[in-house]
């Protein structure tokens, strides 16, 4: 088991750890990179994964509101856990209540479940993304207007894909593989551009930010334990539920905290060891799912 684990986990280290080789030597700038992933390659994936013939929507609902409650669970957790400790409240919930289920989370399903697994895996980014991007943002500013969330690149993927899957309209499949491909270098470049990320990040903070690495899983493995005694859904499914509530913060979130001025050098200290606990933690968490 423990050689299999290591297996799964390896490319995704070790892609990550090039990219933060790199960025230490070289400081790249992947500004341009990465809103060309965000705003074409992810939602290339997505709609890809969702346009597929084999998609069914309605087979996903179960694990699509479990995600939900999952992300809600969390963040209520981040919530007690900052009233108790005297942090500010935006300052935890945010990065314990949203997960990196986009850069490692999307080709962890697949390197452990296989290329069935990156549907539900995508069903589940997308429900954690659109709390990110309408939740998450009110809760950092409540001037946010969450009617603008379609405009999304991802979002806007998520609704053609869903919207091509129920209509049973057939994509010229040349075109469905040239989407593929597009779709593909999203996951590496995630992977790389996690690893540069993590350069720029200190940990003067280092308090919270262990504080917040260590609860991001603990609160996401719990939420997983309770939901799934609860609701029967199919094996596969149940591996990926437990699998992404042991995630580390989403990156995502010291760049909101930059853009709202909610503590950045906190929340970056947060995501930071968070990303670097995964080495702990996702172990743990496929230990689980192979053990059952």
């Known amino acids: 088991m423990l050689l299999r684990i290591t297996t799964i986990l390896f490319p995704l280290f070790a892609i990550t750890l090039i990219g933060w080789w790199v960025g230490r030597r070289s400081q790249p700038d992947l500004t341009h990179a990465n809103k060309i992933n965000m705003d074409v390659f992810v939602p290339a994936l997505v709609f890809a994964a969702l346009a597929n013939k084999e998609f069914h929507l309605s087979e996903f609902l179960p694990l699509a509101a479990i995600t939900f409650a999952m992300v809600l669970m969390s963040g209520l957790a981040a919530w007690l856990a900052a009233r108790l400790c005297g942090v500010q409240v935006k300052t935890l919930v945010l990065p314990v209540m949203f997960n990196n289920c986009g850069n490692i989370g999307l080709p962890l399903a ?8 990156l549907a539900p895996a995508v069903v589940m980014f997308m429900v954690s993304n659109l709390l990110h991007f309408s939740f998450g943002a009110w809760l950092l500013d409540h001037r946010t207007r969450l009617t603008t969330i379609w405009k999304v690149p991802s979002v806007a993927a998520t609704l053609a894909g869903i919207g091509v899957s129920a209509t049973g ?6 075109l469905l593989v040239a989407i593929k ?5 999203s996951i590496p470049l995630m992977l790389f551009s996690l690893g540069v990320r993590l350069t ?3 940990l003067s903070a280092w308090r919270i930010g262990l504080g917040g690495g260590i609860l991001r899983p603990l609160v996401g493995l719990a939420s997983a334990c309770i939901i799934l005694t609860l609701v029967d859904i199919p094996v596969q499914q149940r591996a990926l539920v437990i699998v992404f509530g042991a995630l580390p913060p989403a990156v995502l979130n010291f760049i909101f905290a930059e853009r709202y001025r909610q503590e950045p050098e906190k929340i970056a200290s947060i995501v930071m060891i968070g990303n670097l606990l995964s080495i702990v933690f996702l172990p743990i968490a496929l230990a689980l799912t192979l053990a059952g």
Do not use: C, K, N, S
């Not at 309209?169 to 040349?174: G, Q, R």
């Open 110 to 117: 697949v390197l452990a479940f296989g290329e069935q697994a």
């Open 200 to 202: 720029d990040t200190q």
């Open 169 to 174: 309209l057939a994509i010229w499949p040349p």
């Open 181 to 185: 491909m597009l779709g593909d270098v």
